[in-house]
């Protein structure tokens, strides 16, 4: 629909530029020139043909052409536009249109104002949600003190050990199921199944990192890092990209990791429930985002 809006707007334009023929020298010697003029007589002399064009004296064809395909323009253009809106509320079912889209069409366009019809759209749409929503759990991994580690060091082994730290961690938690994750230059934010798996896979990052500082990393200061945890319900889609997902339940994760100690994972209230077993978790006495805090740490 846009592109014959666009075609027709173009044939307006087609038919104004023979108007400046006159004023550009020897115009009539070139061939594109001469073809433009010999379609623009073609059209005009057809709609001479078919309607009277005269008025005082004025041979109006060419205007003529010029408002029908302006309008024509506009015609599809505003189709695109209700066709556009059509789109928008059409719901993932394989393909096809939900049974009340016809209905939003309507009410988008201005046609029906029902308030049952309105109702029904909504707690539709609210069922649709509701499938979406799953019990998940967020882990937030940050690098203590980055900046300072760099200090004094090779840019060039600088950008290799942060890689193989972003590997090591990668593959860490993609052992213990990790759905999606988000990485800022020095930190990642991991969607887990369950607050058990987030639970394991930031142990196993903490355990994993005393042979990490040994073995790969080359600059002089190890790696130490800060964990934090939270789980809830969550509107999750395969499709959606951990960038895209935005809920409390992801910011208290974030929040908790911003407090807890290095080396240390801190885990919130509504996580620790979630869990088959607190074992070597300590209460910290300290509330984040109104959540309860307990730790783990390396013994």
């Known amino acids: ?15 104004l530029l023979p108007l400046g023929v006159p004023y550009l020298d020897n115009a009539e010697t070139y061939r594109v020139v001469r073809r433009i003029l010999a379609i623009d007589k073609e059209a005009t002399d057809f709609v001479r043909g ?63 104002k029902s308030r ?14 509701e499938s979406m929503e799953k019990d998940l759990a967020f882990l937030s991994i940050d690098v ?20 193989e730290y972003v590997r090591f961690v990668d593959a860490t938690v993609a052992a213990q199921g990790a759905l999606t994750s988000a990485w800022t230059p020095d930190g990642v934010m991991i969607c887990f199944p369950s607050a058990e798996a987030a639970l394991t ?27 934090g945890i939270n789980a809830g319900r969550v509107y999750y889609d395969r499709s959606v990209s951990m960038e895209q997902m935005s809920d409390r339940v992801i910011d208290v994760a974030g929040h908790v990791q911003k407090y807890a100690l290095p080396n240390t994972v801190g885990i919130a209230k509504p996580a620790v ?21 307990y730790q783990w740490s390396r013994q």
Request: glycine share 10%; aromatic share 6%; proline share 2%.
């Open 116 to 129: 049952q019809t309105l109702l029904e759209i909504m707690a539709e749409t609210k069922k649709k949600l």
């Open 201 to 227: 896979a930031a142990q196993n990052v903490l355990n994993g990192l005393q042979g990490f500082n040994k073995n790969v990393k080359t600059i002089k200061k190890n790696f130490r890092v800060r964990c």
């Open 50 to 112: 078919l309607m009277p064009v005269k008025l005082g004296g004025h041979d109006l064809s060419r205007w003529i052409l010029i408002v029908l395909a302006f309008i024509v323009s506009r015609v599809f253009s505003r189709l695109a536009r209700a066709f556009g809106a059509g789109q928008e509320i059409r719901y993932d079912t394989g393909g096809t249109a939900s049974p009340d889209a016809g209905a939003a069409v309507n009410i988008l366009a201005g046609g029906v």
């Open 273 to 293: 429930r979630r869990l088959p077993s607190r074992e070597g978790l300590k209460a910290t006495g300290k509330e984040v985002d109104e959540h309860e805090v």
């Open 1 to 15: 629909m846009r592109l014959f809006s666009i075609a027709a707007l173009l044939v307006a334009v087609f038919f």
């Open 144 to 163: 203590v003190g980055s900046t300072e580690m760099k200090v004094g060091e090779d840019k060039t082994q600088i950008e290799v050990d942060f890689r």
